[in-house]
């Protein structure tokens, strides 16, 4: 199997472990946060700087490689990996998600989901086979069945159509696969925000049989105490034996809250985003750079950080860069905030291993402003 996955510890005062997941391109500490490199590139950074962060895996988009550069060309370029000069594990989400946020631009069917590009408008069509070919020729080492992202809020009924079809469109991608020593393969578990159809989903994409599970519809609009509840009840029906990843989430206190319900990996484009926003997290809290008030600031963004941006620039020289479009202002505010969640996360690891996870989730958000 490409995908092998090795629980080390569990956490005495939570639900939280330490593992390893083994893949083609190289073991995974866990729990992991994963940069997302949404078209084969984390944004404004090479992929040597991802590297020299920490960044043990990063996440790519199946919905947006298939339409540019195309899924054959990345195939001829020897993959992903070689296309993009990244020699560490590559996730590959299956393009739901995307392709079911275009709304009125496309048509769910129990076959696939007719759509038009965001791009041109052209007509394409993503089926569970499709979305697995167009992984397989990526050559990621961890592919996502295609699965139906259920919004939020939705009825119970929607809920439940929704869920039903992603376990049968999960059993179709694992027949389609084949190349189970180059690739893994992670089933997805809906329901919207209702127990019993996550427990008949966890139920359904368990008997099909997959060698790592994530848990979607999540963080998609409803509160983080919804989310953390679902979280409490949807984690522990998975196999303690094998990977869990809960999808889309970012914040230093989701992050905490999924780990210490037994989430062993998440993604987010929040570090990124926010960053070419001027936002940035520091020890004490999430700064707007932006603003004023920094403009004869000369400090570093966070005295607590030694990445390589907190080490050479200040506070002042960022907001200039930031205020005058200058991308080096992006490029520096993204160093730090990818740093800095890679940074949290070995950090939370540590904590497990010691046992004070829930001690360190306390002091963490005492300085953060997360509780006063």
């Known amino acids: 199997m490409a995908i092998e ?43 040597e700087e991802v590297k020299r962060l920490g960044a043990q895996i990063i996440l790519s988009n199946t919905y947006h490689l298939y339409l540019k550069p195309g899924h054959r060309l990345i195939k001829d370029a020897g993959g992903l990996h070689k296309f993009m000069n990244w ?41 569970p086979e499709k979305s697995i070919e167009i992984q397989n020729f990526l050559g990621s080492d961890i592919m996502m069945a295609f699965d139906e992202c259920t919004p939020y809020p939705s009825s119970y009924e929607y809920a439940k159509k929704s869920m039903e079809r ?4 999960a059993k179709r991608c694992k027949d389609y696969h084949q190349d189970w020593k180059r690739q893994g393969l992670f089933g997805i578990i809906q329901g919207g925000m209702y127990k019993d ?20 519809g999540l963080s998609v609009g409803e509160s983080k105490e919804l989310m953390c509840e679902m979280l409490d009840f949807t984690t ?32 987010c484009v929040y570090p990124t985003r926010i960053a070419r926003n001027g936002a940035v997290m520091t020890s004490r809290g999430r700064l707007t750079i932006r603003n004023a008030k920094y403009s004869r600031d000369f400090s570093q963004l966070d005295p607590e950080c030694d990445c390589y941006t907190c080490r050479n620039y200040s506070r002042a020289y960022i907001r200039h860069l930031l205020n005058v479009n200058e991308v080096l202002g992006a490029r520096l505010t993204t160093i730090h905030n990818l740093y800095f969640l890679i940074k949290l996360m070995e950090n939370i690891r540590k904590a497990i291993k010691e046992d004070r996870l829930m001690e360190y989730r306390e002091e963490f958000y005492k300085k953060y402003g997360y509780i006063n």
Do not use: N
Request: aromatic share 8%.
């Open 236 to 267: 522990p029906l998975l196999p303690k034996d094998k990977p869990r990843y809960l999808m889309g989430v970012g914040t230093p206190d989701y992050l905490f809250e999924s780990v210490i319900r037994g989430i062993d990996m998440a993604d």
């Open 166 to 169: 992603t376990t049968r469109w």
């Open 197 to 216: 159809l996550r427990e008949k989903s966890a139920q359904g994409i368990i008997d099909i049989g997959f060698p790592g599970y994530a848990i979607g």
């Open 87 to 127: 020699d560490k594990p590559i996730l590959t989400d299956s393009g739901g998600f995307q392709v079911f946020s275009l709304g009125d631009l496309r048509k769910i069917t129990e076959e696939g989901v007719e759509f038009r590009s965001h791009i041109d408008g052209s007509s394409h069509f993503i089926s």
């Open 5 to 47: 996955y090795r629980l080390l510890k569990e956490s005495t005062d939570c639900s939280a472990r330490l593992g390893e997941i083994k893949t083609p391109h190289g073991i995974i500490e866990t729990p992991i946060f994963m940069p997302v490199g949404t078209k084969a590139t984390v944004k404004t950074m090479t992929p």
